[in-house]
């Protein structure tokens, strides 16, 4: 029974891993063709969920385009030549991993900029009622605060 263990949760591991939404009837028969299309689709968006890749989606639009991907290869496109196409269709939203220019910036700086917006706000509020060490009392204050002291130790 011990031996058979680890077989078992190699299975169970192998059954719950995540499905991908690609149907049989949209596999390549060509192995090197469809490991193409695996490593094209998992970079593109779903336009439908937005969160997943159309490798992973089951949206009707996904479908659409893991079969234009398809298409695209076994025409003799290259894997750049395909991605560009559906760029070129659907713009840089597609890709799950946005290229840096000048549109997307914001994009990219926008998780930089609220850390650092976000350590000045708390930097300003804690330093906020803080008086600056440098201010001296007055001889008034000093003569109050002494006062204070006195009645506090008695």
């Given at each position: 029974?011990?031996?058979?263990?680890?077989?078992?949760?190699?299975?169970?591991?192998?059954?719950?891993?995540?499905?991908?939404?690609?149907?049989?009837?949209?596999?390549?028969?060509?192995?090197?063709?469809?490991?193409?299309?695996?490593?094209?689709?998992?970079g593109l968006r779903c336009l439908v969920c937005q969160n997943q890749?159309?490798?992973?989606?089951?949206?009707?639009?996904?479908?659409?385009?893991?079969?234009?991907?398809?298409?695209?290869?076994?025409?003799?496109?290259?894997?750049?030549?395909?991605?560009d196409f559906v760029v070129a269709r659907y713009g840089d939203f597609?890709?799950?991993?946005?290229?840096?220019?000048?549109?997307?910036?914001?994009?990219?700086a926008a998780p930089f900029l609220i850390v650092l917006f976000g350590?000045?706000?708390?930097?300003?509020?804690?330093?906020?009622?803080?008086?600056?060490?440098?201010?001296?009392?007055?001889?008034?204050?000093?003569?109050?605060?002494?006062?204070?002291?006195?009645?506090?130790?008695?």
């Open positions: 029974m011990m031996r058979r263990l680890p077989l078992l949760l190699a299975g169970l591991l192998a059954v719950s891993a995540p499905a991908l939404a690609v149907q049989p009837n949209e596999v390549l028969k060509n192995p090197a063709l469809e490991q193409r299309a695996r490593e094209i689709s998992s890749s159309i490798d992973d989606s089951d949206a009707p639009l996904a479908k659409d385009l893991r079969i234009l991907v398809r298409e695209r290869l076994t025409a003799g496109d290259s894997d750049r030549a395909v991605i597609v890709l799950l991993r946005p290229p840096m220019n000048a549109r997307t910036i914001a994009l990219w350590a000045v706000f708390l930097w300003r509020r804690r330093n906020r009622g803080v008086a600056p060490a440098s201010v001296a009392l007055t001889a008034e204050e000093q003569a109050r605060l002494d006062e204070l002291m006195k009645r506090g130790d008695s």
